[in-house]
């Protein structure tokens, strides 16, 4: 039998009202040295079935799934809630029984021929910049993407999060990686909560990504501090929680919210 891991949903008000744009966790599995895939990109999943299986808790708790372009076209994903038992755990949430799909690909380079494509269960939008090629966008609008530019060179992650919410009620953002994305959004400011599996084995290679690649901070002083607010060993892997340490202003209480609407008390 599985083990039972910590709720994945806080439980706050005071951090509602100040939410603008959705509650962002990021999801990885890292090996004992820090790594997320090999160097060559070419991935196959390291983490245990339990490992797995927190995936998709944690999907089912997620109104969208958002994940970079190579994380998306260089392994089969579909980016999706998984079996019936977690659709079923969506909607006792009050979440949509499929999730949003979110992919990021600055210059459109992602492959129209990626096999997401060929899930059509939920909207997939590709956000991108006005750089990308235009014919690499009508082909990813042929494929069944919704193409939204989210700046001109650089995409605009805090806009693009307040457009998600705004435009497609998104309130809890689950970011999948890869280490590009990851460390776009931390340089942003916009992590709130990061799980990490820690898998036991070693991957090296100093091209191999991590967890948050990008350029990095230059000083400790500029690091993003986070508060580790759960860990729990089952067998051979490690299931941390963090937060951000100052997590004050941006939780939202998605399911508490959605049923004070359908009760008629959301303002
Ligand atoms: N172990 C795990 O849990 C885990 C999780 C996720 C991924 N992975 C693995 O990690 C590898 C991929 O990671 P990665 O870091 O190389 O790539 P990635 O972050 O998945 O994708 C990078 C691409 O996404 C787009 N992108 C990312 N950040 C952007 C930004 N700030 N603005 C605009 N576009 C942005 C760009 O697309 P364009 O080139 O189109 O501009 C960029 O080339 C794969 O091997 C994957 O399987 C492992």
């Given amino acids: 039998m599985l083990a039972r891991l910590p709720k994945t949903v806080p439980q706050s008000t005071r951090e509602a009202s100040a939410a603008l744009r959705p509650f962002v966790y990021v999801n990885v599995a890292i090996s004992a ?9 070419r991935f196959v999943p390291f983490g245990s079935p339990r490992d797995h299986a927190r995936l998709l808790e944690l999907r089912a708790d997620a109104d969208a799934v958002m994940a970079g372009a190579r994380t998306v076209d260089l392994f089969p994903v579909n980016m999706g809630p998984g079996g019936l038992r977690y659709r079923r755990r969506r909607i006792k949430n009050g979440l949509n029984e499929y999730n949003l799909r979110v992919i990021v690909s600055g210059s459109g380079s992602i492959d ?17 910049t006005a750089r990308a090629a235009k014919p690499n966008l009508r082909r990813l609008v042929a494929a069944g993407a919704i193409v939204h530019v989210g700046g001109e060179t650089e995409i605009d992650f805090a806009a693009a999060l307040r457009w998600l919410r705004e435009e497609w009620d998104v309130h809890r953002l689950l970011c999948e990686g890869g280490g590009e994305l990851n460390a776009a959004l931390f340089r942003a400011d916009l992590v709130d909560q990061v799980h990490v599996t820690w898998c036991p084995l070693l991957i090296g290679g100093r091209a191999a990504p991590t967890l948050a690649d990008g350029v990095g901070v230059e000083r400790l002083t500029d690091a993003r501090m986070l508060r580790l607010e759960s860990a729990r060993r089952i067998r051979d892997e490690l299931f941390l929680t963090y937060r951000r340490a100052d997590s004050a202003a941006t939780y939202s209480p998605t399911f508490r919210r959605r049923k004070q609407r359908a009760a008629g008390q959301d303002s």
């Fill in 33 to 41: 040295d820090g790594k997320i895939a090999p160097a060559t990109r």
């Fill in 112 to 128: 129209a021929g990626a096999e997401i494509f060929n899930h059509r269960f939920s909207p997939i939008i590709v956000l991108t």
